[in-house]
Nanobody, 126 residues
Framework: VQLQASGGGLVQPGGSLRLSCAGS????????IGWFRQAPGKEREWVSF????????YYTDSVKGRFTISEDSAKNTVYLQMNNLKPEDTAVYYC????????????????????WGQGTLVTVSS
């Protein structure tokens, strides 16, 4: 399993970015992907999760209504559409995949995920 995150960049507050997580070595239809972020000096924080097979999505409270996770099974890619970005969204964003679909209480745990992409930097600043 390999994951490749991309799409980060510099954006002004209120702007938008779309991150991509391209996967290989597995079939996305039967899989699940999570997004995490890590700001300088802070711990890695869970952002969102999609279970493609179930068609279910989950978000941390701070991004609800602003971020949308989606997938394109034909491209084996998961996206994170980020709107109304705020300076506190500045971080390196990582996509990650678990070995199996975790229980909901484990979605936010770093240890739940066995495979990680390399991270893409999002900077929100005027």
């Amino acid at each position: 399993v390999q994951l490749q995150a991309s799409g980060g960049g510099l954006v002004q507050p209120g702007g938008s970015l779309r991150l991509s997580c391209a996967g290989s070595g597995f079939t996305l239809d039967y899989y699940a992907i999570g997004w995490f972020r890590q700001a300088p000096g802070k711990e890695r924080e869970w952002v969102s999760f999609v279970s493609v097979r179930e068609g279910k999505t989950y978000y941390t409270d701070s991004v609800k209504g602003r971020f949308t996770i989606s997938e394109d099974s034909a491209k084996n890619t998961v996206y994170l559409q980020m709107n109304n970005l705020k300076p506190e969204d500045t971080a390196v964003y990582y996509c990650a995949a678990p070995v199996n679909r975790p229980i909901n209480s484990a979605l936010s745990r770093v240890a739940t995920y066995a495979y990680w992409g390399q991270g893409t930097l999002v900077t929100v600043s005027s």
